[in-house]
């Protein structure tokens, strides 16, 4: 179990986050140790989180930042990042969201179809702007991973299909105002295993050996993110295997003479370094099981019931004996459960829980359904 400042917790009102910024530090630390190449450039998936001390250091890590909504421009912005080091990807882009992009010279618009490059040629002309693009190809690679995450398969909404890739790349190149940089992709989240990683270096390779013999180089590629996290083991593994991830691209991967390679990487970030705080406010004896009901609820952590996800569930505050529970929250839907069946030690009303590994996709995630409040944060610095 993680060393959490329990004594600090008791005063606090539940439900909160917690971030251990000193585990995302050295998350970070070894990060800059395994990418710290020239040619790597490090975007954090800001969507994971965007959490004020959290960005502050990634910030200071020297980390870009990958966008998907003018929103998440300006919060990037407004936390100190240089645009230079903004991507902005997303399938549906708005008129203002490009123009905001372009206003703040970004460093890349990573577009997902023909109508939205021909927009952004419009918008940028009239702005008297070039905006750099990279065409986001759909690999068709099979990330393994739950059905809603995973983004890189033919039949899936996002990039460009790779039939169409010919003439866009023509299109582009004729473009005025837009400036093609590169290809983009992203195969899907939460992968644990090497190989999709290894297949998509394979896909950009014969992409890139094709576009070649036609003439066609580009500055730089993006690999997108995706790398997963052991929400089994968080203790265990608080930090993912980051030097086999930079080394499988570094191994399969062709880069061109002086090309740039992009990271988009998100959950493996932030994931381990934060957890949900929460009380036990009753325990229930149904006629066939106990349910432990907690104050926090799918309004502050949705994952589980969203993606069928499952956060390690800990009580911090008691060691009586192990005992069979449904952790259940108090939202007014059955899907408000953290966890079936979990052998976790004798619950008792207010006993502290922590659910954990919940520091990407969680916070960001959270809404005022039922009128609630949304969640407070503490920090060990
Ligand atoms: N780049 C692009 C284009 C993406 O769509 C995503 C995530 C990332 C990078 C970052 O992926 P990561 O390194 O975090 O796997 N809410 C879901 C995850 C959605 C991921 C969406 N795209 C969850 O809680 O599991």
């Not at 998509?200 to 050996?209: G, P, T, Y």
């Not at 980051?242 to 998100?266: A, C, I, S």
């Not at 052998?343 to 916070?363: F, H, T």
């Amino acid at each position: 179990m993680a060393n959490f400042p329990i004594a600090e917790f008791e005063n606090q009102r539940t439900p909160f986050y917690f971030y251990d910024i000193e585990l995302l530090r050295n998350t970070l630390n070894v990060i800059k140790e395994h990418s710290n190449r020239p040619d790597y450039h490090v975007h954090y998936a800001i969507k994971a989180n965007v959490n004020a001390v959290v960005l502050e250091e990634i910030r200071k890590a020297g980390l870009g930042v990958d966008c998907v909504s003018g929103g998440e421009v300006e919060a990037a912005l407004n936390a100190g990042f240089e645009a230079n080091k903004i991507v902005f990807a997303g399938v549906g882009k708005s008129d203002w969201e490009i123009e905001l992009g372009l206003e703040h010279d970004i460093a890349c618009f990573n577009v997902e179809s023909l109508p939205e490059l021909e927009i952004i040629q419009e918008i940028a002309s009239k702005m008297g702007k070039v905006a750099r693009v990279a065409l986001r190809v759909n690999p068709n690679v099979d990330a393994h991973t739950h059905h809603y995450i995973t983004t890189g398969l033919a039949e899936n909404k996002f990039g460009i299909n790779l039939e169409k890739l010919d003439e866009i790349i023509e299109k582009a190149m004729m473009m005025t105002n837009v400036e093609l940089q590169g290809l983009h992709f992203h195969i899907g989240s939460q992968i644990t295993i090497t190989e999709p990683f290894k297949v998509l270096c394979e896909k950009v390779n014969a992409l890139q050996a094709k576009y070649a013999e036609k003439g066609v180089t580009f500055k730089s590629i993006n690999v997108g993110g995706g790398l997963g996290i052991d929400y089994d083991n968080p203790d265990e593994n608080p930090i993912p295997d980051f030097k086999g991830y930079f080394e499988t691209f570094k191994n399969y991967l062709k880069l061109n003479e002086g090309q740039e390679l992009h990271f988009e990487l998100g959950r493996s970030i932030v994931g381990q370094c934060g957890s949900l705080i929460t009380r036990v406010l009753y325990v229930k004896e149904g006629t066939e099981k106990k349910f432990a009901i907690v104050d926090a609820g799918f309004t502050e952590l949705i994952r589980p019931a969203l993606y069928e996800a499952h956060h390690n569930i800990e009580n911090l505050t008691s060691d009586g004996e192990v005992e069979k529970y449904d952790v259940v929250g108090p939202i007014c839907e059955s899907s408000d459960c953290f966890g079936k069946e979990e052998m976790l030690p004798k619950m008792r009303r207010g006993d502290i829980v922590a659910l954990r590994s919940a520091g990407a996709y969680g916070e960001i995630m959270a809404s005022q359904y039922n009128c609630r409040k949304l969640p407070k944060s503490i920090y060990k610095m």
